[in-house]
């Protein structure tokens, strides 16, 4: 069975900044790529950042670029969202998602965190 759990979510004004972490485990997991997803109230999941454990560069969503950087350990299963410049448009739940195989970022992914909420105030 795989774990992922997600921490660092919060409530925050427009302009701060939050780190949000995910680390996945498993007896036998090794993770080949992981990711951010969010839904925000009345909207579907939306990719945000994802990394690969080797190899390839990071993929963003057009509307954080630039504001958000993902960043993981080639160790552990690990990864770190840091997240500047907020606006109160990325009030959403934040989804740590895991797969231990493919090589697609916005694809599917069989292991989901439970979320962690973040909240931007105007």
């Known amino acids: 069975q795989v774990h992922v759990t997600e921490s660092g979510g919060g409530l925050v004004q427009a302009g701060d900044s939050l780190r949000l972490s995910c680390a996945a485990s498993?007896?036998?997991?090794?993770?080949?790529?992981m990711a951010w997803f969010r839904q925000a109230p009345g909207k579907i999941r939306e990719f945000v950042a994802g990394?690969?454990?080797?190899?390839?560069?990071?993929e963003y969503a057009d509307s954080v670029k630039g504001r958000f950087t993902i960043s993981g350990d080639n160790v552990e299963d690990t990864i770190d969202l840091q997240m500047n410049s907020l606006k109160p448009e990325d009030t959403a739940v934040y989804y740590c998602?895991?797969?231990?195989?493919?090589?697609?970022?916005?694809?599917?992914?069989?292991?989901w965190g439970q979320g962690t909420q973040v909240t931007v105030s105007s």
């Open positions: 998602a895991a797969a231990d195989s493919g090589w697609y970022l916005r694809g599917d992914y069989p292991y």
């Open positions: 498993g007896r036998t997991f090794s993770s080949s790529r």
């Open positions: 990394l690969r454990k080797t190899g390839g560069s990071p």
